[in-house]
Structures are given as structure tokens and as C-alpha cells.
């Protein structure tokens, strides 16, 4: 099956520090999301990005769908960016069918 | 911002009963899914709808029963629960597949002891 894998695992920041996130995937993506969990568990999503750059904000994600990869660049980062961001493929073409990566866990320290 | 609601928050269940968790969505949105969490995983596809009566299987839907009775209503049932469906349920809807952006509820933390 597909197969979404992301790196870092954790990431420990000062405040202002950027971070940079990566998202691999095994099979060809027709969606690509990328969610933000806060600690106490909700889940929101930032951006969808299936292919090319796009930003929002503090966010930017790359997504280079032929080498099945993404990557998510948060800039100037705040204490309140901290949580675990996850990132989840659709490969069934029709029925946003999401498999997600186990995310990354990022700490900004004041 | 699309408006899904899950109940209960929080369940405590007992191996061998039956737990039925709910959903409901005000949007208008076509498709409902049904998610689980793992503590320090990402999400599970359980099971999606996208009409009314009618469920299809996502990638884990053993031990799991879903309904969809309304455009508006998805329910996850587990006929007899086990220790291993311990986890926090997500369920989430979209306008339509595709590319359509996914909205999640506040998800529902089951304990089956």
C-alpha cells in the first residue's frame, strides 16, 4: 500500500528560527495535505499543495510530484507553531482517500 | 469554515459491548470519512461515504461497521469492541473528492477496557 514517510521525527526551534519539513511518499499523489495538529489533539489544514509552490502566510510548501516528495518551509516560527504537523496523500484520483505520514513534532522555545 | 461536530469527546467502553460514535456536519458536504489515531501516529482511513446510504471500506475497516442515514449524518459502530480499537476517531467531510480540502472534527477518544 502507499506508504507516506516524514523527517524529521521532532524538531526543537528558537523562537524566529525557520524550520523546514519533509514529506516522501511511494506512489503517485493526485492530493497532497498538509495538517496541523495542535497539542490538545484538532487538526486544521494549512495548505494543498498536489504539485508546485504555494504559500500562506508563514508557509510554504514545494511539492515535486515525479520524485514523490514535499517539503512544508515555516518561517520566522512561533511558540505558537508548536505541534505535530502531519502530511497526507490521496492516490485514488476521485475520492480524497487520505494516507498520512506519522508528522513531525516541533517544539518552538521562547 | 465547514462545521463538523463528533460525539461523544470521550467514551469508556467495555471489551465485548457495542460502541457507536457520531458525526455531524453542516455543510452541505458530500463526503464523510472516518479516521483513527494511534498514539504517536498519523491517521487511519476506516471507512467513507459519499452519498447517503451508502458506506465504502477505507484501509483498516475490520471490527469497524459505519452508516451514513443523512447527507449530513456518518456514524462508526463497533459491534464488539476489543482492547486494540483503543484510540482517538477523527471523522472528517469534503465538499467533493478530488482535491477538495478535508475538515476534521475534535475527534472522540475511546478507551475499551
Known amino acids: 500500500g502507499q506508504q507516506v514517510q516524514q523527517s524529521p521525527a521532532s524538531l526543537v526551534l528558537q523562537e524566529g528560527e525557520n524550520a523546514e519539513l519533509q514529506c516522501n511518499f511511494s506512489?503517485?499523489?493526485?492530493?497532497l495535505q498538509w495538517f496541523y495538529q495542535s497539542p490538545g489533539g484538532s487538526l486544521v489544514s494549512l495548505l494543498s499543495?498536489?504539485?508546485g509552490t504555494k504559500h500562506t502566510g508563514r508557509l510554504t510548501s514545494t511539492t515535486v510530484t515525479k520524485e514523490r516528495r514535499s517539503s512544508l518551509h515555516i518561517s520566522s516560527s512561533q511558540t505558537t507553531d508548536s505541534g505535530t504537523y502531519l502530511c497526507?496523500?490521496?492516490?485514488?484520483?476521485?475520492?480524497?482517500?487520505?494516507?498520512f505520514g506519522a508528522g513531525t513534532r516541533l517544539a518552538v522555545c521562547p | 469554515e465547514a462545521a463538523v461536530t463528533q460525539s461523544p469527546r470521550s467514551k469508556v467502553a467495555v471489551t465485548g459491548g457495542k460502541v457507536t460514535l457520531s458525526c455531524h456536519q453542516t455543510?452541505?458536504?458530500?463526503?464523510m470519512y472516518w479516521y483513527r489515531q494511534d498514539t504517536g501516529h498519523g491517521l487511519r482511513l476506516i471507512h467513507y461515504?459519499?452519498?447517503?446510504?451508502?458506506?465504502e471500506k477505507g484501509d483498516i475497516p475490520d471490527g469497524y461497521k459505519a452508516s451514513r442515514p443523512s447527507q449530513e449524518n456518518f456514524s462508526l459502530i463497533l459491534e464488539l469492541a476489543s482492547l486494540s480499537q483503543t484510540a482517538v476517531y477523527f471523522c472528517?467531510?469534503?465538499?467533493?473528492?478530488?482535491?477538495?480540502?478535508?475538515?476534521f472534527g475534535p475527534g472522540t477518544r475511546l478507551l475499551v477496557l
Open positions: 472528517a467531510s469534503s465538499d467533493r473528492g478530488g482535491q477538495d480540502t478535508q475538515y
Open positions: 506512489s503517485t499523489a493526485t492530493q
Open positions: 499543495n498536489p504539485s
Open positions: 497526507a496523500i490521496d492516490a485514488s484520483g476521485s475520492f480524497n482517500k487520505l494516507t
Open positions: 455543510n452541505n458536504h458530500d463526503y
Open positions: 461515504s459519499y452519498v447517503a446510504d451508502s458506506t
